[in-house]
């Protein structure tokens, strides 16, 4: 009795408030906007019985879905989402990497404050961290008041509300989940593989390439994947950084919702972009395994 | 050992100004003079005067911490309930599902759980406010802690709990009395966790509020889309104030509770030899 208790009171708040909501999207998804509240057809009628859900089944379709194979602007937001996505996953990478390495190397007792200062900004605000780009970035803004007293340029350069922003913004939000798993390969890995690569006669820019980094792929991976997934259905950092031409997924749906109030098509947007996560998702969950498999 | 290379040193130093630099500077133009957030006039806590006197600022915190509070409370509760679930409770019906609907929010976009939780509660006619925010960041923070709680459950020695029972406990008093205390280090930083990320939320109460309850995150992004301001630079060291300490203040708590256990353990071993 107790047992069951406890395995049904959280049990039950997730069935009803994420698998329900979940349904709901989807049903959303395959109905007709319509001028009414809430602003779609055919409604769930449960008065009718039998012959009032037969009426409902009947009103869905997939013309939302179709719809988003018509027109060219969902298309290239999924593509430039993924484009987006991988392209800043990759400066994470090479930015991550380094501060992973020299954290592995740092002194013993160093490393639990350094870890500490990696975790830090993860606790801070998102939309701060985010914000607080806006000012370095902008034409009169700290970067470029720096770079023109330095001489180093003589016209601001315009890096605020373009991609280049969103790339910054995506790797300096991101950076401690790509740090961290990658850390915790690097700290693992036994020093004297590497002294024995160059015994052996490794250069040591070889025993790096040879021995660091294969051991480490894990982490790597792992990295990757917890930059990549979240990245794709991003909303802030593309709103606030990036300009009219940034195309990111979220947006899109955000902007779908909201002002064009067209639920049945922003409900069709969230279940493929649900979809398109599926396959990293499911990529990433195997990568786990195979690693906690290798642990025992 | 090796000698810590030139190479490392430089890699750490520009990787950590990298991830300070922007809060530093965010930091220091809070006590600017100038409204021109760009020109330093120099120094000055007027902005912060002028937050004290802004009272849509003040009622948006106070909606924060209110719903910050409530939601990652029940949060912790269900997602320890979870976590025990996950762990000890062997194979049940629907165990896939369970499991598969704690880790998925964890990997959603805020924007889907966001729409999803809107389309929900307009579905059963449930007016937006407070509480939809609460009911909706307590679904998604339950997951972050039962992970929490879950990776400590996994270590802990059951047969601490089979011992109280032995020993006359009910099953409820052991749990209370024995397992409750050793994974409470777990179950606070759950909670902290869910505190900090009920805190941080925009997406997802967007799309839960209604035009009853306004969240500093909400109220941020409002006055940030029009562009950088001095005020909203002291509000964010604020919030980066408070949750220094409370980190810097967690760790030191946690370890000098580590260190306790560890001179008890050593001195039952002494107990124990002698």
Redesign the interface.
């Known amino acids: 009795m107790r047992r069951l208790i406890l395995i049904a009171v959280p049990y039950i708040w997730l069935l009803a408030l994420f698998l329900v909501p979940f349904i709901i999207v989807l049903k959303i998804a395959l109905s007709d906007a319509w001028l009414a509240i809430p602003p779609y057809v055919p409604t769930l009628d449960i008065s009718a019985g039998w012959a009032g859900f037969k009426d409902f089944l009947s009103g869905l379709d997939f013309e939302n879905f179709i719809f988003l194979t018509e027109d060219d602007l969902y298309w290239k937001a999924y593509l430039s989402s993924l484009k987006i996505a991988a392209i800043s996953t990759l400066f994470t990478l090479l930015v991550g990497y380094p501060i992973a390495y020299g954290m592995a190397k740092a002194p013993d007792e160093w490393r639990p404050t350094l870890l500490m200062l990696v975790i830090l900004p993860f606790w801070t605000s998102f939309l701060i961290r985010v914000y607080s780009w806006m000012g370095i970035l902008s034409q009169e803004g700290y970067l470029n008041q720096t770079l023109m007293s330095l001489g180093l340029i003589s016209e601001p350069l315009i890096i605020l509300n373009t991609n280049a922003a969103v790339y910054i913004g995506i790797v300096y939000t991101y950076l401690p989940f790509m740090i961290l798993p990658i850390y915790s390969a690097l700290e693992k890995l036994d020093a004297s593989l590497i002294e024995a690569a160059e015994d052996l006669g490794c250069s040591r820019l070889s025993a790096f390439w040879l021995v660091t980094i294969p051991l480490s792929k894990q982490g790597i991976i792992a990295g990757c994947f917890l930059v990549f997934i979240p990245t794709i259905g991003e909303f802030v950092i593309p709103s606030l950084l990036g300009g009219s031409q940034t195309l990111m997924i979220g947006k899109v749906l955000w902007e779908e919702f909201f002002s064009n109030r067209d639920w049945p098509v922003a409900s069709a947007v969230a279940v493929i972009l649900l979809l398109i996560l599926v396959i990293p998702i499911i990529l990433f969950q195997r990568n786990e395994q195979k690693q906690r498999e290798a642990n025992e | 050992?090796?000698r810590?290379?030139w190479?490392?040193?430089t890699?750490?130093t520009l990787?950590?100004a990298?991830?300070?630099l922007?809060?530093v500077?965010?930091i220091i133009?809070s006590f600017n003079a100038s409204k021109l957030?760009?020109v330093w006039a120099g120094f000055s806590t007027k902005w912060y005067g002028e937050l004290m006197q802004n009272e849509a600022f003040l009622d948006a915190a106070w909606v924060t911490i209110k719903v910050a509070v409530i939601s990652s409370t029940i949060a912790t509760a269900?997602?320890t309930?979870?976590a025990?679930?996950m762990v000890r409770?062997g194979r049940?019906l629907?165990r896939t599902?369970?499991s598969g609907?704690?880790y998925?929010?964890l990997?959603?976009?805020?924007?889907?759980t966001g729409?999803?939780?809107l389309?929900?509660f307009?579905?059963i006619g449930l007016d937006r406010g407070v509480l939809t925010i609460v009911?909706?960041h307590?679904?998604f923070s339950?997951c972050y802690v039962?992970v929490v709680v879950s990776s400590r459950l996994v270590s802990f020695d059951q047969s601490l709990e089979e011992a109280a029972l032995d020993l006359g406990c009910s099953?409820?008093q052991a749990f209370f009395l024995v397992t409750l205390p050793i994974i409470a280090p777990a179950v606070i930083s759950g909670w902290l966790l869910a505190f900090?990320l009920s805190?941080?939320d925009?997406?997802i109460a967007s799309?839960t509020s209604g035009p009853s309850a306004t969240t500093l995150?909400m109220k941020?992004?409002s006055s940030?889309?029009l562009?950088?301001s001095p005020e909203?630079?002291a509000l964010?060291t604020i919030?980066?104030g408070i949750?220094?300490i409370?980190?810097?203040t967690a760790?030191l708590v946690s370890k000098s509770t580590v260190a306790r256990q560890q001179r008890e353990e050593r001195a039952a071993e002494r107990l124990s030899a002698g």
């Open positions: 050992m090796r810590f290379s190479f490392n040193a890699s750490l990787g950590f990298f991830l300070y922007p809060m500077i965010l133009y957030v760009t269900l997602g309930m979870a025990i679930v409770s049940f629907g599902l369970f609907m704690i998925a929010p990997v959603m976009p805020e924007v889907i729409l999803s939780l389309l929900l307009i579905g009911l909706a307590t679904t339950m039962s099953p409820f900090t805190l941080d925009l997406v799309f995150p941020i992004w940030v889309r562009g950088v909203i630079n964010s919030m980066i949750v220094t409370g980190v810097i760790s």
